[in-house]
């Protein structure tokens, strides 16, 4: 990082300030509550080729120190977003990271070449860790050579977008995952997504969730999410982005001093949308 600005491949941030896929949507929706101009980038909702409607059933259920959501990537798919999406988030001079679903390999080339041809598709996210999806997600990002096709995939066909893989904690070994990462070609990786968790009605003793597992996050994840981040900083010579439980100014510097280029912010967003300006300011 020099004169505050932060380089990762060939993508140049102007702080190391992320909202984070998810909970920021598209980004878009926190135009009233946060000078989005201020922010090193928006990672966006998580792209599919197609539009889904996402998972049945509840989707959110809060937890004593966190959230546990099956959502199942609930976005508009490729077309809708590229064309009315993001121009909107550029026109509001937001640096985007295009989160991109790892779905089933037809899709998911399908899915580069589509954002290969679109302007604006500077840096992107793969998702190699969403929990709550049937196809790709978690399933190919606890397979090493997985994670190494996705990855090489990305870097051959989005030659010149910066390409971050997102990986998850619910594996023995995420540095590995890091390694293989960066061997394939990432530009740097997010670590973590959420972790696999569950919830039981107290009346029905039913599960919560038509899914049955869903993804915590929220300050409960933060030690796990900092521990993975150390060991990832440890492992590899390319930019880590620290995301996971970050839920105060304090919390973001632990991220850092832990070897992080940059944090995101997520779950915080929900009741506290004040917080990436108060870490921005505070760097």
Known sequence: MSGGKLHIGSTIFKNPVFLASGPAGYGIEYGDLI???????????????????????ARLKETESGLLNSVGLENVGARTFFSEKLP???DLGVKPVVSLACEGREKYLN??????????VD???????CPNVDEGGMAVGTDPESVRWYVSKAKDI?????????????????AELAVISQEAGADGVTAINTILGMDIDP????PVFDRITAGLSGPAIMPVALRAVWQIVQAVDI????VGGISSV???RKFFAAGASAVQIGTALFYDPGLPERIIDSL
């Open 35 to 57: 000078n989005l101009e201020k922010l090193g980038a928006v990672v966006t909702k998580t792209i599919s080729l197609m539009p889904k409607e996402g998972n049945p059933g």
């Open 88 to 90: 909107e988030l550029l």
């Open 111 to 120: 899915l580069l070449e589509f954002a290969a041809e679109e302007d604006g």
């Open 123 to 129: 840096a992107v996210e793969l998702n190699l860790s």
């Open 158 to 174: 989005l030659e010149s977008s910066t390409v971050l893989a997102k990986l998850t904690p619910n594996v023995g070994n995420i």
């Open 203 to 206: 009346v029905t003793g039913e």
């Open 239 to 242: 930019p880590v982005v620290g």
């Open 250 to 252: 304090k919390g973001s």
